[in-house]
């Protein structure tokens, strides 16, 4: 019996994903749960697990193709009484006998065709547009009308790639859409100083880098051009549309960690021993973050038009470096944990993001970021926000410096700390306050840490 193999939904916002690698080529034969092919989403990179035991009979979407949600990307053909054990398979077969607009012929991350030649028909007056809440927020911070948009997503969808191109055409304001009538083209952007390149919102890093340089002195000597892979775009879309949105600041301070380190020394052989879990620096910054946050709520805030929404919760994403790339899982109601049950909660979520096994609502809805370019051994670094958050924290390395303490030269672990912070919501007076407090959890530690 043949079995479809679909395109699963991986979270209530994504609506495609992109085919990154099979792990199984036409013709092997397959057991249930296997991992099959790994996808790459707006939210996660993810192995998805064949549905049913059997050969692979045939592979219908080839690796970097993206497709909609529910698209049959392979037919496994079951092994007797395996079809009973592929019950998730039944809708997918469903939806696939309806006629559906076919998927774009581009990844997401590429830019659409800015003069579409026939526009998709705009949906009828009071019809809500089919957009997912990335595309809505991009738009909101452009002032752009969605329903404006052709979308060239799943039966019209308005896709990130959509209003991205859109963003960077200048797209379809949101006052254009009050006065009626047909859509006009978009009007001509204003003109700019020789040799700077144009705005580009959330446009691909190729895109920008082709309009700061000219192509022909892009390439001399010799090189060797290797694709971006779909998890470097998805970063470089989101570094690109941060820049684009928060006017960064930073502020650089440092700590004294001299008694953490000399605690972290004593009691990692017995935290690891009873808690079954390592014992590393991250917890203890994570804690002070969140005293931090709990005493100066703006940093821990985000911004939706001309509102600044105040989280109540702490949910603080910690940057995962990867061999493929980055990813910010997040640690949810880090106010509500403990230091055991924050170290416990961070270090599943680093061992299962280096294996492709977080969830999408394991790394979204952050409210603050911390990353540790000090793991590499950097003094500090000056972090880009991760949007929506309006601030994230760099940590640098940990050394022994020579410090003066009480007119005294003395040996102490030091590190610096960076914040870099969105100006529309942050003020210097606040980020310095936020860090003085920070400081101050760090250099006088008394939680208990079992």
């Known amino acids: 019996m043949a079995v479809d193999v679909i395109m699963p939904q991986m979270g209530e916002s994504i609506f495609e994903g992109t085919i990154t690698k099979w792990l199984k080529k036409a013709g092997d034969k397959i057991e249930r749960d296997e991992p099959l092919f790994e996808i790459s989403t707006d ?39 395996a079809s009973s054990s592929a019950p998730a398979a039944a809708p997918a077969k469903s939806e696939a006998a309806k006629p559906a607009a076919p998927p774009p012929a581009a990844s997401s991350a590429a830019p659409a065709p800015s003069a579409p030649a026939s526009p998709a028909p705009q949906p009828a007056s009071g019809e809500r547009v089919r957009s997912s809440p990335l595309v809505r927020k991009i738009a909101r911070e ?79 000597g010799h090189y060797e051009v290797q694709p971006m892979s779909v998890m470097r775009q998805r970063i470089a879309e989101h570094m690109v549309l941060s820049k684009h949105v928060s006017p960064h600041v930073y502020s650089v301070d440092e700590a004294d960690m001299t008694a953490i380190a000399t605690l972290r020394a004593k009691m990692k052989a017995k935290f690891e021993e009873t808690s079954g879990t390592k014992l590393t620096f991250m917890p203890f910054f994570v804690r002070a973050a969140v005293e931090a946050l709990r005493a100066f709520p703006t940093v821990n805030a985000s911004v939706d038009g001309t509102n600044i929404i105040l989280h109540k919760e702490c949910n603080i994403g910690i940057a995962v470096a990867l061999d ?33 096994k977080l969830k999408p609502d394991e790394v979204s809805e952050g409210t603050f970021a911390i990353t540790n370019p000090g793991v590499f051994g950097g003094l500090f670094g000056l972090p880009v926000i991760n949007q929506p958050n309006v601030a994230i924290l760099g940590l640098g390395t940990i050394e022994k410096r020579p410090v003066v303490i009480d007119d005294a030269i003395a040996i102490r672990s030091m590190v610096y700390l960076t914040l870099s912070y969105d100006h529309r919501v942050v003020d210097g007076a606040i980020a310095h306050q936020f860090m003085a407090k920070l400081k101050h959890t760090l250099e006088n530690w008394t939680e208990s840490i079992l």
């Not at 009979?57 to 009484?81: F, R």
């Not at 446009?203 to 001399?220: C, G």
């Not at 990813?327 to 294996?355: H, Q, S, W, Y």
């Open 43 to 81: 939210k996660v990179d993810a192995e998805i697990p064949s549905p049913s035991a059997g050969v692979l009979k045939e592979i219908k979407v080839g690796e970097g193709q993206t497709v909609p949600i529910q698209t049959v990307v392979a037919i496994i053909e079951a092994s007797d009484g």
């Open 142 to 220: 452009n002032n752009i009308d969605v329903s404006q948009i052709p979308g060239t997503g799943a039966g019209g969808r308005v896709s990130k790639s959509d209003i991205l191109s859109a963003v960077q055409s200048g797209g379809a304001p949101a006052a254009a859409a009050s006065s009626g009538g047909a859509t006009s083209a978009p009007a001509a952007p204003p003109a700019r100083p020789a040799g700077v390149p144009p705005a580009t919102g959330g446009a691909s890093a190729s895109a920008v880098l082709e309009n700061a340089v000219p192509r022909e002195k892009m390439y001399f």
């Open 324 to 356: 493929w790339g980055l990813i910010v899982p997040v640690i949810k109601n880090a106010e509500e944990k403990n230091f055991l049950g924050i170290a416990r909660t961070m270090n599943d979520l680093a061992e299962r993001a280096r294996a492709k």
